[in-house]
T-cell receptor, first 113, second 115 residues
Framework: AQSVSQHNHHVILSEAASLELGCNYS??????LFWYVQYPGQHLQLLLK??????LVKGIKGFEAEFIKSKFSFNLRKPSVQWSDTAEYFC???????????FGTGTRLQVTL | DTAVSQTPKYLVTQMGNDKSIKCEQN?????MYWYKQDSKKFLKIMFS???????INETVPNRFSPKSPDKAHLNLHINSLELGDSAVYFC??????????????FGEGSWLTVV
């Protein structure tokens, strides 16, 4: 069965610091990869997604992620975080055999002024 | 207009009660889902329907019964509520089954508290 690991459970950064959140998945076949963000008290919003093509994917709000197939990773990056990026970030994967998204446990990002 | 809408947004109820959460999507999607987010923020799929047909049932207690009257609606009925049912329930939809690479869009969530 597919699974997703997010090793950073809680990250605290100062404004303007660079961000990298780790995401690893376990599945040997074709995958579709997603990052969702959940702002406090709100629903999940799609940040970016990878289906095929260029492994470096750019999303909304200055976020990007790189799919490295050999490492089974899809890390999320942002060069300079803002206080408004404070939120919970979820990595998710679906595969050719499953009609569902499997989520990681989430990373809580706290950006301080 | 909200693409995936759920009602109610907040629900506080006593143990043993029966309650329903309704979901509607106006995106013209064929597939709808219910996800549960627990107190530790862990998201797990519960059910998925494609064109009103159940395609995923992830070992959810049979106190939970989804109903899809048409492909734009997927309601969740919960019987005999228990304390452990307290969670945020997210409805979602996608154009087709998720493995086709379609994006899943989420509703705003329904915060259920069982006391």
């Amino acid at each position: 069965a597919q699974s997703v690991s997010q090793h950073n459970h809680h990250v605290i950064l100062s404004e303007a610091a660079s961000l990298e959140l780790g995401c690893n998945y376990s599945y040997g076949g074709t995958v579709n990869l997603f990052w969702y963000v959940q702002y406090p008290g709100q629903h999940l919003q799609l940040l970016l997604k990878y289906f095929s093509g260029d492994p470096l994917v750019k999303g909304i709000k200055g976020f990007e992620a790189e799919f490295i197939k050999s490492k089974f990773s899809f890390n999320l990056r942002k060069p300079s975080v803002q206080w408004s990026d404070t939120a919970e970030y979820f990595c998710a994967v679906n595969t050719g055999t499953a009609s569902k998204l499997t989520f990681g446990t989430g990373t809580r990002l706290q950006v301080t002024l | 207009d909200t693409a995936v809408s759920q009602t109610p947004k907040y629900l506080v109820t006593q143990m043993g009660n029966d309650k329903s959460i309704k979901c509607e999507q106006n995106l013209g999607h064929d597939t709808m889902y219910w996800y549960k987010q627990d107190s530790k923020k862990f998201l797990k799929i519960m059910f998925s329907y494609n064109n009103k047909e159940l395609i995923i049932n992830e070992t959810v207690p049979n106190r939970f019964s989804p109903k899809s009257p048409d492909k734009a609606h997927l309601n969740l009925h919960i019987n005999s509520l228990e304390l452990g049912d307290s969670a945020v329930y997210f409805c979602a939809s996608s154009q087709d089954r998720a493995f086709s690479g379609n994006t899943i869009y989420f509703g705003e969530g329904s915060w259920l508290t069982v006391v």
